[in-house]
């Protein structure tokens, strides 16, 4: 059984970078490609294959694995631990700060799949806990417990791009939403079911793009 696996709450790497906005500055870098582009990668181009298996941004989500996600976007990666104040719901997450998809300059964060035994004995062997803005516990890990979550698979990614998406933008490359909700947070959430994603509309920052395996 995983720790996370009926949650679809957004990453706390992506609530912690909007944390940041005042020093990072969110704007697109265009990048000589070093290699030909996929452009299944890109993010407008996710799919269900016959399977019904979500491929999105050149990963399979639930099969793929953060091992796989290195080889494809590099090594600058940061995997770390979070829970409630309570150390309740602990999830293990990845972020990888800087990675591209040809031009497109982004952060990109993953939930990972992982036992609730394996998160329980890295979460007791953690380098430094500390609190983050939202009350959250945020668990930083030793190296070799960063390796051990190597080989565990994606439940979710979430792409942060640096440059703000407008509507133009965003009807262009995704076409319409199948529908939009403003949920709890404030935000206008809206959804894209044949791509198996969820956008999430910050007027006052980056745009989340978020895809997760639809249920069986």
């Not at 983050?132 to 417990?145: C, I, K, N, Q, W």
């Amino acid at each position: 059984m995983t720790a996370n696996k009926t949650r679809k709450s957004l990453p706390m790497f992506w609530i912690l970078l909007l944390g940041s906005m005042p020093i990072l500055a969110f704007m697109l870098w265009l990048q000589p490609e070093r290699a030909p582009l996929d452009q299944k990668t890109l993010p407008w181009n996710a799919y269900y294959d016959d399977s019904g298996q979500l491929h999105a941004l050149g990963l399979q989500i639930g099969k793929s694995t953060l091992q796989d996600a290195v080889d494809l976007y590099g090594k600058d990666v940061e995997v770390k631990l979070f829970s409630e104040a309570d150390e309740s719901n602990k999830s293990v997450e990845a972020f990888f700060p800087v990675m591209y998809i040809g031009s497109i300059k982004a952060g990109l964060a993953l939930r990972l799949n992982a036992s609730v035994e394996h998160i329980e004995q890295a979460y007791s062997k953690g380098k430094k806990t500390q609190l983050t803005s939202s009350g959250a516990r945020e668990v930083e890990l030793y190296s070799e417990e960063v390796k051990s979550f190597l080989n565990s698979t994606i439940h979710s990614v979430t792409l942060v791009p640096r440059k703000n998406l407008d509507q133009v933008s965003i009807s262009k490359r995704f076409g319409e939403p199948d529908r939009k909700i403003k949920q709890d947070d404030g935000l206008e959430h809206w959804f894209f079911n044949k791509l198996g994603l969820e956008m999430i509309i910050d007027p006052e920052g980056p745009e989340a793009l978020q895809y997760v395996q639809s249920p069986a």
